[in-house]
Every structure is written in C-alpha cells, then in structure tokens.
C-alpha cells in the first residue's frame, strides 16, 4: 500500500478530526461573542429563504442517514430484516431526495452571494471559501448516488467504524472508486476548517427553546 493512501485515509481523517475539536474549543475560548452564523437575513431575506431551508433540510437529512447507514453494522440491519440489497436500495432513494435539496439549496446560497451586491460585500474569505466547499461535497455526493452506485457497505461503511474505533483499515479504500474518495477527502478538509468560519453555529442550534417554559406576558392598562 502506497504511503499516500495511508496518510489519505489513516492520517488525514484524524488530522482533519483534531482541528475540528481543537479549534471548535480555542475559537469559544477566544471569539465567544462572534460565535454565531453572522446571517445576512437583514441584508436580503427574499431570496435567501428558498436556499436556506433546503439546504438546511437537506443537510440535516444527509447527516442523519450517513450515520445510521455507516455508523451502524450491517449485522444490526440484517437482525431488524433489512438485508445489504434492501439497506442499499434505502440509502440510494433517501440520498437523492436530500442529497438534491442539499446541493440545490447550496446553489441558491451561492447565487445570491454572487448577485446580490450588498450581501456580496458583506461576504468574507472564509464565506466563500464554505459555501463553495459545500456546493462541491454536496454535489459529489449527489453525483455518486445517482451515478456511482458502488455498494459501500463493506468498503467504505467499515472503513469509517474504524476510524471511529481507532482501528481503521486503509486497505477497504483501495476499491472505491475516485468520485466517493474525493467526495469522503473534501467533506473531511471542510470539517478541519468549520472551526475558523460561520459553520460554528452549528453548536448553537436552539434545541433548549423547545423545553423551556412558556413566558407569560401581562397586559397593563394604564388609566
């Protein structure tokens, strides 16, 4: 195996892995109060809408079903009655409906940036270099499911338990084919760079709001 596989897919994953906590940690620590998503919804809401909430409901649903179709053994699935044939077909159908929102809603993010001059002006580095980053992982993603059809359920799937695990087998990836590597690669480099851009509002999502108790308010009339 070449030394470049193994730092593709034995080094790089952890590398990118220790950015992502280091810095999440040293960016709250050290930028507290500019740890939001620095939204340009005041700028311009009209077009920004249909883009936001399809990618957001896109992304939420890419990242649900790679972890319960890559995280979780096969063996688990095959005890609930879901074979490899039936869990593959799964994920396929699941992954264009929210891979294609995912990438679309991308898209819509990226072409207002590009035509709307005051949110063009309010846009940094770091925001290009996102959304750009997610209009190319989503779309590589997109372009697998709909015409990769490689069964990566003893490939890829076993590959990513390991880096989990601290065990990972480089060896798995020697298959795969180049569009799923670079799409796996791409994903990991955003992940080691979210801590230095907007994406760390990722961590400040209002899940609280849905358990906190209701406020009261009392009308006075004044006399």
Known sequence: ??????????????????????GHAYRYVTDRFAWNAHSSEFIEK???????????????????????GLLIPQ??????????EAHTALAYFSGMGV????????LLLLWRRLTNRRVRRMTTAADWVVIVSLVVVSGLGTFNVFFGHFYVLDTIAPWIRGIVTLQPDPRLMAAVPWGYKIHILAALLLLAFSPFSRLVHIWSAP????????????RQVVA
């Open 1 to 22: 195996m070449r030394v470049t596989e193994i730092f593709a897919f034995v080094a790089f994953p952890y590398l990118c892995l220790a950015f992502f906590a280091v």
């Open 46 to 68: 009209k077009n920004l809408m249909w883009g936001s909430y399809l990618f957001h409901l896109g992304i939420l649903g890419t990242l649900a079903g790679h972890a319960g």
């Open 75 to 84: 063996r688990l699935f095959d005890l609930v009655g879901i074979n490899g």
């Open 99 to 106: 891979g294609l929102m995912t990438w679309i809603g991308a």
């Open 207 to 218: 899940i609280f709001y849905l358990f906190r108790r209701p406020l009261v308010f009392r």
